[in-house]
């Protein structure tokens, strides 16, 4: 299994609502991420969980809260979201370090702030 | 910290020929990886062909293959044969591979179209 699931994956949300972005790997892969991704620009990092610890964080607005229940799963909670938040968000897993590398991205889920 | 630089952001090419992305790069590091990832319109960003640092030889993937020069810190790709479902945003990456190398540099991107 080498995939990365996310849900939902279109979201349509206003100013005042709460939502959360889920996503699942089942690869054993101990690092975990989160994306923002405008059209025809690259990812730009959000979050990066390693061993479900919170590694990095790219100083991403409070309005976004990121959790990690286990090592399978990655969350993304949505509150009092903007307009401009609007954007394709996406998750990845890697393997934690070593000679494997590579990115997995799952198909993203795809978020409009009304 | 890492940089990487897609100089192109647009390419054509007609079906069949081949093209060829470019991507530079600028690290301290001695050991690391670079990737070339493929995004369609709408669709899942996947890796097409990925380099590890201290492999000399050039990795290739059937019609994809890259062109690695580590002095000159260039990376590019090259399509061979272009098939109308190569179109596509490809972006290159790069990671370090040590302890803390959960960090995964992208580049601007390049927008690729196939001509029929």
């Known amino acids: 299994d080498t995939e990365v699931t996310q849900t939902p994956k279109h979201l349509v949300m206003g100013m005042t609502n709460k939502k959360s972005l889920k996503c699942e790997q089942h690869?054993?892969?101990?690092?975990m991420y989160w994306y923002k991704q405008k059209a025809k620009k690259p990812p730009e990092l959000m979050f990066v969980y390693s061993y479900e610890k919170l590694s990095i964080n790219e100083s991403v607005p409070s309005r976004f809260s990121p959790e990690c229940p286990n090592s399978s799963l990655l969350n993304l909670h949505l509150h009092a979201l903007q307009p401009e938040d609007s954007a394709l968000y996406l998750c990845a897993s890697s393997q934690r370090t070593g000679r494997a590398g590579e990115l997995f991205f799952g198909e993203g889920s795809r978020l409009t702030v009304l | 910290a890492q940089t990487v630089t897609q100089s192109q952001p647009e390419m054509s090419v007609q079906e069949a020929e081949t093209v060829t992305l470019s991507c530079t790069y600028d690290?301290?590091?001695?050991?690391?990886?670079l990737f070339w990832y493929k995004q369609p319109p709408s669709r899942q960003m996947i890796l097409v062909i990925r380099q590890e640092a201290y492999k000399q030889q050039n990795a290739t993937e059937n019609r994809f293959s890259v062109n690695f020069q580590k002095a000159a810190k260039s990376f590019s790709l090259k399509i061979s044969d272009s098939q109308l479902g190569d179109a596509a945003m490809y972006f290159c990456?790069?990671?370090?591979?040590?302890?803390?190398?959960?960090?995964?540099?992208f580049g601007t991107g390049t927008s690729l179209t196939v001509i029929p």
């Open positions: 990456a790069y990671r370090a591979v040590d302890v803390t190398g959960n960090q995964f540099y």
């Open positions: 690290t301290s590091e001695s050991d690391y990886y």
């Open positions: 690869m054993g892969h101990r690092a």
